[in-house]
């Protein structure tokens, strides 16, 4: 398997993760496909990411919280993560960044970084994250809500270990801690629930880290346990998806993504604090994330002095 198949293999499994799963919906244009759950796309039409190896891989990926009638890539983008693929240690890592983060949106201004993709669509947002990271994308994978909730029920649930209670009525997530079962609604419940969270918005991004490595964990053992159930998952999404990739290809990638160990999956959030912009309520990123960028676009992994700079904000969550 080259390289390349094993980056797009990630990429594949990536996008299934986030929010839906593999297919082919014909190259029909976004903005008049307002029932597509996955989109899967080269960040720059223009260029061509090395795939050989020699260079990290990174993807962004994006959950829209478009409404019904609202395009895809028209929603205020909820979730949104680089994950970054060192192709020669195999490793993995999940950079999360709080949907109010007060950012300058390229031609926009100052404002929050979830409101670049109703503006301008993933272009926009792929440009705002570049710009503020300084880290140049190769692909990106735009999902919906309601993609995340008919994935995960077509394959049957997805077994999250919750680490803490959560208890909240506006995402309707209700566990005490444990490991859990949990069907579609309650797997998208527990990735949007900020509320009962005491880190809010960093917490509810690192909760969302959680389900993609979840979801690769599962694969592997029920695939370890009975390889038919690839097809399941692989069938999971093969529809309203819009990608350029082919049958044979997303079997080729998903068979290669099982290489990948979720226990070498590093989740991170970006460090940062709460404050008031005007009349709304942000997060300033901390200017620490600098270095975290700087030490991710190196390799696409961090040192633990970078991983040291951003703990984890669910860690005094009980």
Known sequence: MTRRRIALALAALTAWVAGSAFGSA??????????????????????????DGSQPIFILTLGSD????????????????????????????????PRDSWVNIPGYGSSKINSAMPQGGPPLTIQTIEALTGIKLDYYILTSFDG??????????????????????????????????????????????????????F?????????????????????????????????????NVQTSMSLDEVMSFAFTALSFNPKRVTNLVVP?????????????ISSVASQIYSDLANDGMLSKKSIALAPSPTRNQT
Do not use: W
């Not at 597509?36 to 039409?45: F, Y």
């Open 26 to 51: 014909g190259p029909a244009p976004i903005a008049a496909a307002h029932d597509l759950t996955l989109v899967i796309g080269k960040a720059h039409a223009d260029f061509t990411p090395k795939l």
């Open 66 to 97: 478009a409404r019904p009638g609202t395009p895809i890539d028209r929603g205020l983008s909820d979730s949104i993560h680089i994950v970054a693929i060192n192709l020669k240690k195999d490793r993995v890592t999940i950079l999360g960044f």
């Open 148 to 201: 995340v909730k008919q994935a995960i029920d077509d394959i049957g649930g997805l077994t999250v270990d919750v680490p803490f209670a959560m208890h909240d009525s506006y995402s309707k997530a209700n566990f005490n801690p444990g490991v859990q079962h949990l069907n579609g609604f309650d797997v998208l419940a527990f990735a949007r629930d900020r509320h009962s969270l005491l880190s809010g918005d």
């Open 203 to 239: 917490g509810r991004s690192e909760d969302q880290g959680r389900v993609m490595i979840a979801a690769l964990a599962q694969l592997r053992k029920e695939f370890a346990k009975d390889p038919s159930r690839l097809l399941t998952y692989v069938g999971a999404g093969m529809r």
């Open 272 to 284: 940062g604090s709460t404050g008031m912009q005007g009349s709304q309520s942000v997060v300033f």
